[in-house]
């Protein structure tokens, strides 16, 4: 017998995307062919859709970190795949009123949250000049975690955007959180 979930990933996926308008949804597993398609194929969709230069380089440099991040740090409950694959994710990227809103998100073990909430916690904390002396900090004593990161990539989302980067952690069962990561790109200089 099966131990019950308490996130239901169907509910969630179907909740993020209707938020603002769809550009580019995914869900299943997480890959180097899926990084690499799915970077070619948006950056086709913000030529079209993206009028200014900056907001789309912005939009597509976000995206890369985002992308990265979620294939370097994705955990999968066993199980959830049938066996076919270890790493399981989503991306959503979508048009909104305040701008292009980009949502990834994975299982992560629930022993990782502690040090990826910290790291979240103190970007949010910073001022603009703050988060590029951090930046400037982490990039020359960069302590990397077991799966290769030091929360650079993060860094560079909140200086790029100028936001707040807004993450949640649900529950998924005695091992595993669902972590929903997104950020807002203005669409605007």
Not at 88 to 106: A, D, M, V
Not at 116 to 131: A, F, Q, V
Not at 161 to 186: A, R
């Amino acid at each position: 017998m099966s131990k019950p979930t308490l996130f239901d990933l169907d509910r969630h996926f179907s909740q993020i995307h209707s938020e603002g308008e769809a550009i580019f949804a995914y869900r299943g597993a997480i890959s180097t062919d899926f990084i690499n398609n799915t970077l070619f194929l948006v950056e086709a969709k913000l030529d079209e859709i993206i009028q200014k230069g900056s907001v789309r380089k912005k939009v597509y440099n976000v995206l890369v970190e985002s992308l990265q991040n979620l294939f370097h740090h994705v955990d999968c409950p066993p199980g959830l795949l049938n066996g076919k694959n270890d790493s399981y994710g989503l991306f959503l990227l979508s048009k909104t009123s305040e701008g292009f809103k980009i949502i990834t998100g994975n299982f992560i073990r629930n022993e990782r949250i502690p040090l990826l909430r910290e790291k979240l916690e103190k970007i949010n904390s910073l001022t603009r000049d703050e988060l590029k002396d951090f930046y400037k900090f982490v990039l020359n004593n960069q302590e990397f975690s077991a799966k290769g990161g030091g929360g650079l990539g993060l860094i560079d989302i909140a200086r790029k955007t100028g936001s707040k980067l807004i993450y949640i952690f649900e529950p998924y069962d005695e091992n595993y959180h669902f972590f929903d990561f997104s950020v807002v790109i203005p669409d605007e200089e």
